[in-house]
Structures are given as structure tokens and as C-alpha cells.
């Protein structure tokens, strides 16, 4: 059974930055590719960055280039986000993901992310 932990949300001011972790458990990590989303209140899900199994390609929804980091430790079985120059407009509660199939690309639908963690909170405050 696959299992996502999301760990590093929290309270920080306007500017400032969060790394949120994501550990991954239950298979071969990794040949798979994973993805960052985020929901705030009232709002639908949205994509935010997805990573090549590899790390060597990764790629952002425009709200967030250029401001937030995918990588990821495949020796730890762990996938990161840096976000820095945080913004009000980035509170919301950020799940990361991964499918159950496996791409060589990381241009992945949202609707074939399979598995899900149970989300971290972040809240910027202005």
C-alpha cells in the first residue's frame, strides 16, 4: 500500500519561505513521479509542480514559477518543495502526490495521480 506523509507546513509572514517534505512509503519509489498540489477553502484542487522520476525535469503551475522548488531525494524516498517569496494567495493545505502508473514524462493529467497524502497546512500571512 502506498503511503505519502506531507510534513513542514505552518504560519509565516508575507516573504517569507516553507519547505514542505513529502515521505513516501509502500513501493519502489524512485520510478515514479510525483506532484505537489493545494486547496484552499472553497476553492477546487490545484496542480503546483510535478517532478520526473529522475528529478532531472520538473515543472510549475505559473502562479508559482519561479518562487517554489521541486526536488526530490530518491534515496530517501522523499520529495521536497522549497517555497520561497510566499504570498496571502498561497494559504491553502498542500498534498503531494504520486500514480500508479509509471511516465517518462512529467507532463502528467491530474486525474492520474492515484495516491495522495493527507495534506499540511500552510498560512502566509500578510
Known amino acids: 500500500q502506498v503511503q505519502l506523509v506531507e510534513s513542514g507546513g505552518g504560519l509565516v509572514q508575507a516573504g517569507g519561505s516553507l519547505r514542505l517534505s513529502c515521505a513516501a512509503s509502500?513501493?519502489?519509489?524512485?520510478?515514479?513521479?510525483m506532484g505537489w498540489f493545494r486547496q484552499a477553502p472553497g476553492k477546487e484542487r490545484e496542480f503546483v509542480a510535478a517532478?520526473?522520476?529522475?528529478?532531472?525535469?520538473?515543472y510549475y503551475a505559473d502562479s508559482v514559477k519561479g518562487r517554489f522548488t521541486i526536488s526530490r531525494d530518491n534515496a530517501k524516498n522523499t520529495v521536497y518543495l522549497q517555497m520561497n517569496s510566499l504570498k496571502p494567495e498561497d494559504t491553502a493545505t498542500y498534498y503531494c502526490a504520486t500514480t500508479s502508473r509509471v511516465y517518462t514524462t512529467v507532463h502528467i493529467p491530474d486525474r492520474a495521480y492515484d495516491y495522495w497524502g493527507q495534506g499540511t497546512q500552510v498560512t502566509v500571512s500578510s
Open positions: 517532478i520526473k522520476w529522475s528529478g532531472t525535469t520538473a
Open positions: 509502500g513501493r519502489t519509489f524512485s520510478i515514479y513521479a
